[in-house]
């Protein structure tokens, strides 16, 4: 999820890539496998945000469903970008409504990949640094394109864009979202 150009801060337990054209935009990750564990680190890290006077605003989680739950613990409502890359991420959709019913959220139905989370997330970034408006039709269509082996087009097919999915239509109706 590189921010081009920019520059990028290896903090041992997570790294930090800073724009350096465009608008200022900084975005933390945790490291997967760290030692004591990625709970510690998304804690180290969440704190660093606080101390520098930052807000999340984005939360992406692409590991392994499993640790979903945990990592959405840790999600606060001023995220208004939801990216659940994981396998199965529609089914904590609720959870993320319950704590900001205006929040953009790409998700899967099924398989989350690298394949398709890596530049589908740097074109979404750079966008953001640029100043574009992210229009979800016309990036759908964009990676459509873009995705034309069997392999691609079927996991990006599994990916459900903020104004197509059916499951938060229906959330922000029901439940006057």
């Not at 920019?6 to 608008?23: A, C, E, P, W």
């Not at 990625?38 to 989680?61: P, R, Y």
């Not at 408006?133 to 873009?146: M, Q, Y």
Request: proline share 4%; hydrophobic share 35%; net charge positive.
């Amino acid at each position: 999820m590189m921010i081009k150009p920019g520059t990028k801060k290896d903090l041992g337990n997570y790294i930090v890539f800073n724009s350096r054209t465009g608008n200022n935009m900084k975005v933390y990750m945790n490291k997967p496998k760290t030692v004591p564990g990625c709970d510690s680190a998304q804690n180290e890290m969440l704190l660093a945000i606080e101390q520098a006077g930052f807000e999340v605003t984005s939360f992406i989680h692409r590991g392994h469903s499993y640790h979903l739950s945990q990592s959405l613990k840790k999600m606060t409502a001023s995220s208004q970008f939801v990216f659940l890359g994981s396998c199965g991420g529609y089914n904590q959709v609720l959870k993320i409504f319950q704590l900001n019913p205006d929040v953009n959220i790409i998700t899967t139905r099924s398989v989350g990949s690298k394949i398709i989370n890596d530049p589908l997330l740097i074109k979404i970034n750079n966008d953001l640094v640029y100043n574009k408006d992210i229009v979800w039709d016309d990036l759908w269509k964009e990676f459509n394109a873009k995705f034309q082996s069997k392999s691609t087009k079927d996991l990006f097919g599994a990916y459900i864009p903020p104004n197509n999915y059916i499951g938060i239509k229906f959330i922000r109706k029901v439940f006057n979202y």
